[in-house]
């Protein structure tokens, strides 16, 4: 007889990711059709700005190089498995990538503690951006977590995530890589969905716009016109 836990895996390892596909572009193009103008962070660095620059730095730095070591892994698993074949470089990847885990961690928190202290902040803070804290904070937590916990998680992700990821994008989902990992890292590939399902609706949007300079033009201040009549 096959068992609810079998349905309940299904459900959050073979479905869970189309749904969270399928509601990333939907939602993304009918955002962007009904409502071009609202792609942005809506930023608050007007509001306050040395704590925004403290938070903002780490945490973009950093998710760049661990999702971009993400993409690596995924892209080019043989390669990686290939590298780590030396103890010295799989130390080295292994390092790196917890140190850049870490500066995203602290961003986040640091983004969070700004947002509480603040009542400037607090004001312009909505549902969307604490559901969004509050997903950003697991992912992120649940990732250093199995980082430290889940030794040598560059190569077993390159043998039975990446297989598995493949799995999903080939449409022909094989959830059994996923099965036998720690409640951690099932975590981590859950609430990854849950991310991308709710990116639509979130302040996330905004790297999708392209040219993207954030990280080479010079510094800006960004103030909203809000004013009477404006319509914004
Ligand atoms: C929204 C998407 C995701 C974000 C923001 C994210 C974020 C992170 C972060 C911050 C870390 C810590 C990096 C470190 O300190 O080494 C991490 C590690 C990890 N993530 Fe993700 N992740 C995402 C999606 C996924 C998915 C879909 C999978 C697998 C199917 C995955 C598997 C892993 C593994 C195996 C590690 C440990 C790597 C190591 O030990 O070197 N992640 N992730």
Redesign the pocket.
């Known amino acids: 007889m096959v068992s609810a836990q079998h349905y309940f895996d299904q459900l959050m390892f073979g479905v869970a990711p189309y749904l969270a596909l399928i509601t990333f572009f939907l939602g993304t193009i009918q955002r962007y059709r009904a409502q071009a103008f609202s792609y942005s962070s809506l930023s608050s660095q007007f509001l306050e700005n040395k704590r925004h620059f403290w938070g903002m730095v780490p945490l973009h730095y950093g998710?760049l190089v661990?999702?971009g070591g993400?993409v690596v892994a995924f892209m080019f698993p043989r390669e990686v498995l290939a590298w780590n074949g030396h103890p010295i470089r799989l130390y080295i990847l292994?390092i790196s990538?917890?140190v850049?885990?870490?500066l995203?961690?602290l961003g986040l928190v640091m983004a969070l503690v700004r947002r509480l202290v603040y009542r400037k902040i607090r004001t312009v803070t909505s549902l969307a951006d604490i559901v969004l804290y509050a997903l950003l904070l697991v992912?992120?937590g649940s990732?250093?977590y199995?980082?430290v916990m889940?030794s040598w998680?560059?190569s077993?992700?390159a043998a039975s995530?990446t297989p598995?990821?493949w799995s999903i994008v080939t449409l022909d989902p094989d959830i059994s890589y996923v099965l036998a990992m720690p409640f951690a890292?099932k975590l981590?590939?859950v609430n990854?969905f849950l991310?991308?399902g709710f990116f639509p609706f979130t302040r996330l949007v905004h790297v999708l716009v392209i040219p993207n300079p954030y990280l080479w033009r010079k510094p800006q201040v960004v103030r909203w016109n809000r004013g009477p009549g404006s319509g914004a």
């Open positions: 998710i661990v999702l993400h292994e990538a917890l850049f885990g870490l995203t961690l992912q992120v990732g250093v199995v980082a889940c998680g560059s077993w992700f995530a598995y990821l890292v981590h590939i990854a991310v991308i």
